[in-house]
């Protein structure tokens, strides 16, 4: 039997940033570097001009969603048998789906790592242990670009594909407005990946502005003229403007190598190294509740929320063991005109429609009262 159970609660929020420590994972390889143009980040051929086919795929936490796609790394194999310590750099082009690493490389990115003539034994070895770190990306004597893709309808839809993204940010979110317009701005959505897509645009010749992460904060690149009134599908168009900010980040024990607390904890005295020599080990397992001691939930407000037209939120130190499965925000003061929001994706929320004003929520959790376990 599940119940619902609503909680109240005022906006809270903090920031935290970490890019360009460096971090220990694994790496793979595909053959074929079209595996990783066509994916999720939609550049398609174009990939290519990116990395000069020293390109990569990555899971959730680098991916973001489609916001770390264009990203640039450098990842150098540990294995001094095998691999060089220069390492190799590529660009997130594609997100991977292989649990076992964090990044996939095309094979040319992946023998790059390999010694003088040990090409074709780091390929045999399949997966070696890397570390890395986020790097900005550089493009000589290229601004940033949008292709104005085939699907776009005009004066209906747009869609977008931005390229030759530099520095070391994420844009979190795109406006367009009329050339010359200092106030009629319109936002778009991110569609996957590098794509972004509006169906309420103006006519005439356009200008962009980028929200982009910048230090521990965020800030605007306008690039005041971009497409003409006359823009034609399948086109890329030079903004004139590009990206050179590097995002700050602190960097903890695990960026190091240092922290496998929770594997390590499980092993009796002495046998925490046998257990990380094992890599794999059965377990069991139960749900907990958590447990967060003066710790209320707190929500984080994210960059691409924008004032008063878009608001996304993030949810953390939820305690108790339940799932929120709706949440409901309105204006302090309010008792009825609540709006509903959307889980964008995880424990990220958003909206498009909220009040203005100072701002609280209601959740409702789902409880499961038949099938605890103990």
Not at 342 to 366: H, I, Q, T
Request: charged letters at 20%.
């Amino acid at each position: 039997m599940a119940h619902f159970v609503w909680l109240l609660f005022l906006l809270v929020s903090f920031a935290t940033a970490c890019d360009r420590c460096v971090h220990q994972s694994k790496a793979t390889f595909v053959s074929s570097v079209e595996a990783l143009s066509s994916g999720a980040c939609g550049y398609g051929s174009l990939a290519l001009s990116l990395g000069n086919g020293f390109l990569a795929g990555s899971g959730s936490p680098l991916f973001k969603n489609g916001a770390g796609c264009g990203a640039c790394f450098q990842i150098r194999c540990k294995n001094p048998y095998l691999c060089n310590g220069k390492g190799t750099k590529v660009t997130l082009t594609d997100r991977n789906y292989d649990n076992r690493t964090d990044f996939v490389l095309s094979s040319k990115a992946f023998m790059a790592m390999a010694n003088k003539g040990k090409a074709q034994d780091i390929l045999k070895a399949g997966i070696v242990d890397v570390e890395y770190k986020r790097i900005p990306c550089e493009y000589k004597n290229q601004n940033l670009a949008v292709r104005v893709e085939e699907s776009s309808q005009k004066p209906y839809y747009l869609q977008l594909k931005l390229l030759y993204q530099g520095g070391q940010t994420e844009v979190v979110a795109i406006y367009v407005a009329r050339v010359g317009s200092s106030s009629s701005w319109s936002s778009m959505n991110r569609n996957y990946g590098a794509v972004w897509d509006s169906s309420r645009f103006p006519n005439g010749a356009l200008q962009f502005r980028f929200k982009v992460i910048s230090g521990y904060g965020k800030r605007w690149i306008w690039a005041k003229y971009v497409l003409p009134a006359d823009w034609k599908n399948g086109v890329v168009y030079d903004t004139g403007v590009q990206i050179t900010d590097i995002a700050q980040e602190n960097c903890s024990p695990c960026d190091y190598g240092t922290c496998n607390k929770s594997f390590m904890a499980m092993p009796n005295e002495g046998k925490a190294q046998d257990i990380l020599k094992a890599g794999i080990v059965d377990v069991e397992y139960k749900r907990m509740p958590c447990e967060y001691k003066n710790q209320n939930l707190a929500v984080r407000v994210e960059e691409s929320s924008h004032k008063p037209y878009y608001l996304q939120l993030k949810l953390l130190y939820q305690g108790s063991q339940t799932e929120d499965v709706a949440i409901y925000v309105a204006r302090v003061g309010s008792s009825s005109r609540w709006s509903s929001m959307n889980r964008n994706y995880g424990a990220v929320w958003d909206s498009s429609r909220f009040p203005n004003g100072a701002l609280f929520w209601v959740w409702k959790e789902m409880v499961n009262l038949t099938n605890n376990i103990s």
